[in-house]
């Protein structure tokens, strides 16, 4: 159970919005489901996907996420250990439709959107009233990315999403950041070196964020996710890097040359905030934008 309080202040008085569930699963799922881009990042796709007579289900959302990962998203009104075996038979059965899924994603998305699938990140999204400790256990024992996410409705008009536990189906993590790191001193020795070291030193600081992150590497950049992305890298330019975080430009002081709005502008990644890195004083000045992106996705 969360311990989040949520007080409404007025007349100089505050007064507490005490938490509650929905009064039914189908409520949570077409409240999740009418805003889930703005919500989990991903985009809705189908409600209530029959997965044919012989399967015998019906998974409740389908999406895609802001990297082009597909994603199912299962829904329980309060806790049952059931939800996560749940997901994962249907996303067992998602990876045995691929085709399917494609066509899917052309129909709704378009094929620009269906060409760029990333089959190699398949989601699950659990949205529930609450999770056991057996919960986070048993999805930490998956080779599967899951994210577990505790609701509560506070009032008529709001509702509260917590991330209780993220984990990535990329099991070779370790190894992966053990090569990176040896590719980035073989390359530092050529021309552009210093960059490819600067683009290193970017990924471990975005890493050690936290322990949900989890990285998701596309061609055109290298995205860092929590429940959201809260940043993405491009790789390295001549004499720069381009981090594109999530950070509302608006509330930022830009400084030229350093930090950019680029809301409306296309752009690899995600976010609307874009920094610019030269050199290891450019990265160390970047950080308090790293974390206030961080906090917001």
């Known amino acids: 159970m969360s311990g989040l309080k949520l007080f409404h202040t007025m007349s100089g008085s505050a007064v507490e919005v005490a938490p509650r569930l929905a009064e039914a699963e189908a409520d949570v799922q077409g409240l999740v489901e009418a805003h889930m881009q703005a919500m989990l990042g991903v985009r809705f796709l189908a409600s209530e996907y029959s997965t044919g007579p012989v399967h015998g289900g019906r998974i409740d959302s389908l999406g895609l996420d802001e990297n082009g990962s597909p994603v199912i998203v299962e829904y329980k009104r309060g806790t049952d250990a059931g939800v996560i075996n749940q997901g994962l038979f249907y996303l067992s059965w998602l990876m045995d439709h691929r085709a399917e899924f494609g066509h899917l994603v052309r129909e709704r998305l378009g094929q620009p959107a269906a060409s760029q699938v990333l089959w190699s990140a398949p989601r699950l999204i659990c949205v529930a009233g609450d999770f056991t400790r057996y919960d986070v256990h048993a999805v930490r024992e998956h080779r599967r990315s899951i994210d577990l996410v505790r609701y509560r409705l506070y009032g008529e008009h709001h509702i509260g999403l917590e ?131 961080y906090a917001a996705a």
């Open 163 to 293: 991330t209780v536990a993220s984990v990535t189906g990329h099991s070779a993590a370790p190894r992966m950041a053990a090569r990176r790191r040896a590719a980035g001193i073989q390359r530092a020795r050529t021309e552009g070196g210093a960059m490819t070291e600067l683009a290193a030193a970017v990924d471990e600081v975005l890493l050690g964020l936290g322990d949900d992150i989890v990285p998701v590497q596309r061609k055109q950049y290298r995205a860092y996710q929590r429940l959201r992305n809260f940043a993405c890298l491009c790789p390295p330019r001549q004499t720069k890097l381009l981090v594109y975080l999530k950070a509302d430009p608006g509330t930022v002081d830009l400084v030229p040359g350093f930090t950019r709005d680029v809301t409306g502008l296309g752009h690899h990644g995600t976010g609307d905030l874009e920094v610019q890195l030269r050199t290891e004083r450019d990265l160390e000045r970047a950080q308090d934008l790293f974390r206030l992106s």
